[in-house]
C-alpha cells in the first residue's frame, strides 16, 4: 500500500491507529480509501474491498475517512484542491502523485 504525502483525512478518530493497521494489509471496519492513479481513473473502495485483490496494488491513497459518506467529502476536497492548483480536472490523481514525489 502506497500513500501520497498529504493524505486526506475525514472523520477518523485514531489516524495513526488507522494507518498503521493498513500498511500492514489488515482491513479497518467502516473505512473508506480514496485512491487514485496515474493511468486509471480515481475510486472510492472500503479498506476490505482494497485488500480482497490485486486490482488496486498499483494505486496510491490519497484519501482515509470514516463511513462513505466522508468519502465523497475527501474526494470533493481533493477536487477543491485541484481547482485551487489549476490542474487539469481529469488528471487529479496523477497531479496528485507527482506532487508526492517532489
Known amino acids: 500500500m502506497r500513500f501520497i504525502d498529504d493524505v486526506f483525512i475525514s472523520a477518523i ?5 488507522v494507518i498503521y ?3 500492514r494489509g489488515l482491513p479497518v ?8 492513479g496515474e493511468n ?4 472510492i473502495v472500503s479498506s476490505y474491498e482494497y485488500f480482497s485483490g490485486e486490482r488496486y496494488k498499483d494505486m496510491y491513497v490519497a484519501g482515509i475517512s470514516s463511513g462513505k ?3 465523497y467529502r475527501i474526494y470533493a476536497e481533493a ?10 480536472i481529469n488528471n487529479i490523481g496523477q497531479n ?3 506532487e508526492s514525489k517532489l
Open 21 to 23: 493497521s493498513l500498511k
Open 13 to 17: 478518530d485514531d489516524v495513526e491507529t
Open 69 to 71: 459518506y466522508n468519502a
Open 40 to 43: 486509471v481513473p480515481s475510486v
Open 96 to 98: 496528485l502523485i507527482k
Open 29 to 36: 471496519f467502516n473505512i473508506y480509501l480514496l485512491c487514485v
Open 79 to 88: 477536487v477543491k484542491y485541484a481547482l485551487e492548483n489549476k490542474w487539469d
